[in-house]
């Protein structure tokens, strides 16, 4: 059974920095992209940022220059670093890895999602 463990939300207030945390465990064969989606409320879920297996990054257009994201493959971790946080920063940030597990290896790979965390910015 494959869990995504998100962690590092918190309440920030405007201006300084926050970094996610995202593990993927379980029997899994192999994870190709792996990102991070928002949710604001009342708003729809978003893009944040998506990284392939080779560290290739893409990042909505809005975040770019303050959010990186990074992954560590050894540990099957995507990390979000977001700098310079925004009110309207606030969220519930989900981790999402597109993988093969064990379990459904003659299967192609699929998305699984973290079960998000909250990130407030306010002063």
């Known amino acids: 059974q494959v869990q995504l463990v998100e962690s590092g939300g918190g309440l920030v207030q405007p201006g300084g920095s926050l970094r996610l945390s995202c593990a993927a465990s379980g029997s899994i064969v192999s994870i190709n992209a792996m990102g991070w989606y928002r949710r604001a409320p009342g708003k729809e879920r978003e893009l944040v940022a998506t990284?392939?297996?080779?560290?290739?990054?893409k990042y909505a257009d809005s975040l770019k220059g303050r959010f990186t994201c990074s992954r560590d493959n050894a540990k099957n971790t995507v990390y979000l670093q977001m700098n310079s946080l925004k009110p309207e920063d606030t969220a519930v940030y989900y981790c999402?890895?597109?993988?093969?597990?064990?379990?459904?290896?003659?299967?192609?790979?699929?998305?699984?999602w973290g079960q998000g965390t909250q990130v407030t910015v306010s002063s």
């Open positions: 990284i392939t297996s080779g560290g290739s990054t």
């Open positions: 999402y890895a597109n993988l093969k597990a064990m379990a459904t290896y003659l299967l192609p790979a699929r998305d699984y």
